[in-house]
């Protein structure tokens, strides 16, 4: 593959690393593109999720079909909302990676959630400021750099080494990537090098008679095959930013080179742009990114490895997983909160979260906010969550509640303790007062609220020997079905249960009688005492008496 002309009006464009490039060392996903530099890209509509293959980049065309896993640019100033199904139908078809459109153009009749929802493709919007042409670029390196085994979304030095380092065994040459002044940025070698290259590393810019060369050689856009004197060929590729060269791939051909070396130099290339594209100012989107891995994760569209790459965690880490929610007004029993908290919350939670651990991550998931943060021995994740319930219960405008999980090592491990989390959540919100909690502790009373949510299918579980108090209406049996619960709540210690409800001891145990004559039950038989303290708990969470 040749390096693609890139005009003012066109993005430059990849079809995905060539056949001798393809799967070597795995596929980039879209999370490293809207991650590798901040505020260019905003996801507009997560669709499935962020964690998908990307190969490459095109404009779209209806006339035609676009690539498999393509980034699908819609270049137009205002498309219509017909033209963004029309687009978004075709990416389904497609399976491309995304849809990226410029910010602000959405029709704003257009509902892009429930369009991308449908078509499951995301929507992401190009940040003002950064053109088409920087996108493309910034796609075809990634993917590119893929191919020499650079896996890392933002580029670094060390990043730049390793693209050299995977050219040099690619071609079985020396490969220098300079500047656009020519100035050394990285190197590899084989085995041997001639003096001409040894004097260009060692002085860390190409030497005069190089440097007369590429002149000679002009600004072409493409690889081109120059002869140095008393030094042999050599193969310069420009590394192209928009229409700026940037810098050059030179490249020493080796006595086992192969015949594609022009093809996988435009290639080497083509990743390097990454390193030659400036920073943008834009919004932080580093929290949204992190919300939607952490949401895919949750709902089984994403990955815990797709999470800790982005968070720069060992892939073998241990993981704990917190749940928030909106604490009830202390006299509300339901398998819900009673105020959930809502999505525009969820950049103040992950804002709070990450000044607390710059590592964590937040997402508002069924008005429960979940955060994942790296596991530590002792109090530590529990002190996490009380610092940040009280912290963030202030620009939240509620008071929270808070639930910590065990210790996680998988996707699997973290998916089963979300729904308890969710469950927990619903019982501590439920309570007088607003704490934190650890889910162990919380475990059987999560049991009967998941019991409390199976009645409500299956109502006839409420059924029995308290039916006669449910029906009666007076006050007398509210507090007979109080004293049930206190006397529950105290082991079934009668004297303990008085206490807690201020009465006289023998004025509770007359209750107990009278409880047993009107109901029918005898509180001595353990079975039937069971079953009785199981109806009461399910009545208090699904609302009381």
Known sequence: MTVVDNVASEPAVAEGPPPYLAGAKGA???????????????????????????????????????????????????????????????????????????????????????????????????????????????????????????????PTASGLYELAEGAALALDGAVVLTDAGLRVLAFACGDTVDDLTSETILARRAPKVLRERLVLAGS?????????????????????????????????????????????????????????????????????????LLRGLLTGRGSL?????????????RWCLISLGAHGDGETRATSPARGLTPDVERLLARCARMLDPS??????????????????????????????????????????????????TGDDARAEC?????????????????????????????????????????????????????????RSAEYLDTLLSWFDAGCDATRAAAALRVHRNTFRYRLQRIEQLCGVDLDDAVQRFTLELQVRLLVLRGGW
């Open 419 to 475: 729904r308890l989390l969710k469950q927990a959540v619903a019982v501590l919100a439920a309570r007088p007062s607003a704490v934190t909690a650890d889910l162990s502790g919380l475990r059987p009373h999560v049991v009967i609220a998941e019991l409390a949510g199976l009645a409500t299918e299956y109502p006839g579980l409420l059924n029995g020997a308290l039916d006669v108090l449910r029906r009666d209406e007076s006050p």
């Open 28 to 154: 980039v996903r879209l999370r490293q593109l809207i991650g590798a530099r901040r505020g260019w890209l905003m996801v507009v509509a997560p669709a499935t999720g962020i964690d998908r293959p990307l190969a490459g980049v095109t404009i779209w065309d209806p006339a035609r079909a676009p690539g498999r896993h393509q980034l699908l640019l819609v270049v137009s100033s205002h498309p219509t909302g017909d033209e963004l199904a029309e687009v978004l139908a075709e990416a389904s078809a497609a399976e491309s990676a995304a849809v990226v459109v410029r910010s602000g153009c959405l029709p704003r009749e257009f509902d892009v959630e429930l369009a991308a929802g449908r078509a499951g493709v995301p929507v992401l919007a190009v940040a003002d400021g950064v053109s088409w042409e920087e996108i493309g670029a910034l796609a075809r390196s990634l993917v590119s750099a893929a191919g020499f085994g650079v896996r890392g979304a933002t």
């Open 305 to 317: 490895e797709a999470l800790t790459e982005r968070l720069g965690r060992p892939a073998a880490a």
């Open 220 to 292: 072409g856009r493409n690889v081109s095959r120059i002869e140095v004197a008393g030094a042999g060929p050599r193969l310069v590729a420009p590394i192209l930013v928009g229409d700026l060269v940037a810098g050059h791939v030179v490249v020493t051909p080796g006595p086992d080179t192969p015949d594609c070396a022009p093809r996988v130099v435009g290639e080497v290339a083509a990743a390097a742009a990454a390193w030659f594209l400036d920073e943008q100012a834009g919004p932080d989107d580093e929290d949204l990114v992190r919300a939607e």
């Open 360 to 409: 964590a991550a937040t997402a508002v998931l069924d008005t429960v906010a979940y955060v994942l943060i790296p596991h530590s021995p002792g109090p530590g994740p529990s002190v996490f969550a009380e610092r940040l319930r009280q912290r963030a219960a202030t620009p939240v405008g509620a008071p929270l509640v808070a639930c910590v999980s065990q210790a996680l090592a």
